[in-house]
């Protein structure tokens, strides 16, 4: 039954940020692909245990996130974010936050919610659940390219 909600759980169409949303100039597009195409290249598929929620909100304080936390897999997340850290400051783009806290976003609210959603999300800390990570996508605008697959 686990293998079975693996399987199911590789069909949902979820995302896991490994970088900030950044305004880029359009002659970056091209050089910034090839550059994480580089750095993501040495990375295999993993597999990510998710377990624990929890309300991150943007820098800007106008928009509150549900998301659940990487457990296992971590470290190799960690890793990839740095791949794309340093694809970034060679085009002088933000790199992600000092103490990256890898997530999948679930939904999302209006304003700064954490002081009314977090005591709610604690309730449900003990449930996980796991995932195959096998694909980087590159969003430029409505525009995807695919920088790294497994």
């Known amino acids: ?9 590789e069909q949902l169409p979820l995302h896991m940020s490994l970088s900030r949303t950044v305004p880029i ?7 910034l692909k090839a550059a994480l195409t580089k750095q993501l290249k040495p990375y295999k598929a993993l597999k990510v245990e998710l377990q624990g929620l929890k309300c991150l ?7 509150s996130f549900v998301c659940i936390k990487v457990a296992k897999g ?4 960690v890793k990839m974010i ?5 694809a ?4 002088g783009l933000a790199s992600f936050y000092q103490d990256p806290l890898p997530h ?16 709610w ?30």
């Open 1 to 9: 039954q686990q293998q079975q909600q693996e399987k199911q759980n």
């Open 25 to 31: 100039k359009h002659i970056q597009i091209a050089s």
């Open 57 to 63: 909100v943007n820098d800007a304080g106008i928009r």
């Open 74 to 77: 971590f470290s190799q997340v």
């Open 82 to 86: 740095g791949g794309v850290n340093r």
């Open 88 to 91: 970034f400051i060679t085009h």
């Open 104 to 119: 999948i976003s679930l939904a999302w609210t209006p304003g700064d919610q954490r002081h009314l959603l977090q005591p």
């Open 121 to 150: 999300l604690d309730t449900f800390q003990h449930h996980s659940t796991s995932m195959l990570v096998s694909q980087v996508v590159y969003r430029v605008a409505r525009t995807e390219h695919t920088v790294w697959e497994a």
